[in-house]
T-cell receptor, first 113, second 115 residues
Framework: QQQVKQSPQSLIVQKGGISIINCAYE??????FPWYQQFPGKGPALLIA?????SEKKEGRFTISFNKSAKQFSLHIMDSQPGDSATYFC????????????FGAGTRLAVHP | KAGVTQTPRYLIKTRGQQVTLSCSPI?????VSWYQQTPGQGLQFLFE???????NKGNFPGRFSGRQFSNSRSEMNVSTLELGDSALYLC??????????????FGPGTRLLVL
């Protein structure tokens, strides 16, 4: 019940294309769903996050879509750029968990010029 | 504002030894969390501290312990190291650690290699 399942494991996209990463969860107590971006040699950095009372959130080229009934959420990267090449992690937490994040397994994105 | 800092950045130990890792949170942040990152298990929560108190703990053996000081700096200790403890250990800080979507800021990590 604590798992967050992420797919695909790796993704290759051409420059200018759309990158889509999907996550699914079981625990209905989760109420915060962030996405983190990690470059080699660096710690994860928050990219965008959503609460379950919202179905979509957009920040620049990054959009989270959230489907509460299906317990799924996804990250869309529009107009993907080579600089977006990184590992992306979805995560989930609940308010009573004192910031304990449950992470997906990660998606390694490569954007080819 | 300076980010989360972790020392040392790299560490090599042998089986059976113990190790202490240090984390300095962003100024004003009082919650510090620790995560272990490995290729096989991914990112896993170790524990969280606030005001020198451990409030949450992940599913790790008792060999993994931590503490937080009055200035919010935190240390984690791993005793009797095993080969499987080789990992990137990440520290994250936030203002209050009250959940509710509070952003956690991660440090660059300490890469531990156990031989």
């Amino acid at each position: 019940q604590q798992q967050v399942k992420q797919s695909p494991q790796s993704l290759i996209v051409q420059k200018g294309g759309i990158s889509i990463i999907n996550c699914a969860y079981e625990n209905t107590a989760f109420d915060y769903f962030p996405w983190y971006q990690q470059f080699p040699g660096k710690g994860p950095a928050l990219l965008i996050a959503i609460r379950p009372d919202v179905s979509e959130k957009k920040e620049g080229r990054f959009t989270i879509s959230f489907n509460k009934s299906a317990k799924q959420f996804s990250l869309h990267i529009m107009d993907s750029q080579p600089g977006d090449s990184a590992t992306y992690f979805c995560a989930a937490s609940n308010s009573g968990g004192y910031n304990k994040l449950i992470f997906g397994a990660g998606t390694r994105l490569a954007v080819h010029p | 504002k300076a980010g989360v800092t972790q020392t040392p950045r790299y560490l090599i130990k042998t089986r059976g030894q113990q190790v202490t890792l240090s984390c300095s949170p962003i100024s004003g942040h009082r919650s510090v969390s620790w995560y272990q990152q490995t290729p096989g298990q991914g990112l896993q929560f170790l524990f969280e501290y606030f005001s020198e108190t451990q409030r949450n703990k992940g599913n790790f053996p008792g060999r993994f312990s931590g503490r937080q000081f009055s200035n919010s700096r935190s240390e984690m200790n791993v005793s009797t190291l095993e080969l499987g403890d080789s990992a990137l250990y990440l520290c994250a800080s936030s203002l209050r650690g009250q959940g509710l979507g509070e952003t956690q800021y991660f440090g660059p990590g300490t890469r531990l290699l156990v031989l």
